[in-house]
């Protein structure tokens, strides 16, 4: 499974898809421009060699001392491959990262989530409201 992995970090940064990838405990990460992450997924999705049909979850994680503050980071799973894949994205709290609800429908509720907790914004979101907190909450919980 390593060099499976291994071989689609390969592809991946070949074809233009990764800025960077990274093999830890056995599972694969791939880093790309924000603005660029409907046409990765898309690729993740659609390429014969990756076959991520599955969007698992996409969540906030706030690194509050750097420019850009947070990764959103979106979970895939290949299951004609029996493959998982993780692609992370720098955003900070100003500039809205494209939403991949036309590419991963079900990621609606995880980009409202990611809105409510951390304030992360998603352009193109069709429905970009708190999810969690009441609509007068002021602040969001999970930053930092």
Not at 19 to 47: H, Q, W
Not at 105 to 115: I, M, S, T, V
Not at 133 to 138: A, I, L, N, R, V
Request: charged content about 25%.
């Amino acid at each position: 499974m390593t060099q499976a992995l291994i071989d689609l970090g390969t592809h991946l940064t070949n074809a233009g898809k990764a800025a960077a990838s990274k093999l830890a405990y056995g599972e694969l990460t791939i880093a790309c421009a924000a603005a660029d992450i409907v046409n990765v997924l898309t690729f993740l999705r659609d390429d014969n060699k990756c076959k991520f049909e599955v969007l698992i979850d996409i969540a906030g994680v706030d690194y509050p001392e750097r420019e850009k503050r947070f990764d959103v980071v979106y979970h895939l799973l290949s299951p004609r491959l029996n493959q998982r894949i993780r692609v992370k994205v720098e955003a900070d709290d100003v500039t809205p990262v494209p939403s991949v609800i036309g590419v991963y429908p079900a990621a609606d509720w995880y980009e409202r989530e990611a809105f409510d907790m951390y304030g992360i914004l998603f352009s193109g979101h069709p429905d970009l409201r708190r999810l969690l907190t009441d609509y007068g909450f002021q602040g969001y919980p999970l930053r930092k």
